[in-house]
């Protein structure tokens, strides 16, 4: 069909977590990419559950902003953005749970789709289920029927991310090298896949 695997490998290869960003907007057109490519999303019975909120009003995404916790692993000194390094959209991924209860899957696929689209336009993501959901809930409009699964944040990264193997299995939180860029241990393959 035209797609160049080694591309692909490399876009799912670099899509990292980034969580400093440019102060620079992203074009209405990439927005619109990274939803469509959301809707593209396998669902369960393709009962299609999800719905999406968009913050890219910058007054908007500051309040949001204070209602998430960023990098978990770091001392928040290290790890939360500081006033000129904060995405600048962030998209909420809800769930209608009338549609469907258990769509937490559907939620990740499309969460994927999502910040792979952003990456293929160079634009980093953060995913955040650490936030204060009652208060974003409230904030959002959601009704009973609707829980706030993740918010995700979009920006230019303004850093690097990159992959490392796993030395010692017990030691796989990401940190920063000596240039505030992200290193991730990964666990190699030998150490997780199994052939029977």
């Not at 160049?4 to 927005?31: C, G, S, W």
């Not at 000194?77 to 809800?94: D, M």
């Not at 209860?101 to 993501?125: E, F, P, Q, Y």
Request: net charge negative.
């Amino acid at each position: 069909m035209g797609i160049n695997m080694d591309n692909l490998m490399e876009l799912l290869k670099t899509r990292r977590t980034y969580r400093r960003f440019e102060q620079k907007a992203i074009d209405q057109e990439i927005i619109d990419e990274i939803l469509l490519a959301a809707r593209y999303a396998s669902s369960a019975a393709n009962r299609q559950p999800l719905s999406y909120i968009v913050i890219k009003d910058a007054d908007k995404g500051a309040e949001v902003f204070r209602y998430t916790k960023w990098a978990g692993a770091l001392p928040p000194e290290q790890g939360q953005p500081k006033e000129n390094e904060r995405p600048v959209l962030f998209i909420a991924v809800v769930e209608n749970m009338n549609i469907n209860k258990n769509c937490d899957t559907d939620a990740g696929l499309a969460i994927s789709n999502m910040t792979l689209a952003a990456w293929n336009r160079g634009v980093g993501s953060c995913m955040i289920g650490a936030c204060d959901k009652p208060t974003l809930s409230k904030m959002f409009g959601l009704n009973e029927n609707q829980v706030l699964h993740t918010v995700v944040a979009f920006g230019y990264p303004s850093h690097v991310s990159h992959i490392v193997d796993v030395e010692n299995p017990e030691e796989v939180k990401y940190y920063l090298d000596e240039n505030r860029d992200y290193v991730v241990p990964k666990r190699k393959l030998e150490d997780v896949v199994t052939y029977l």
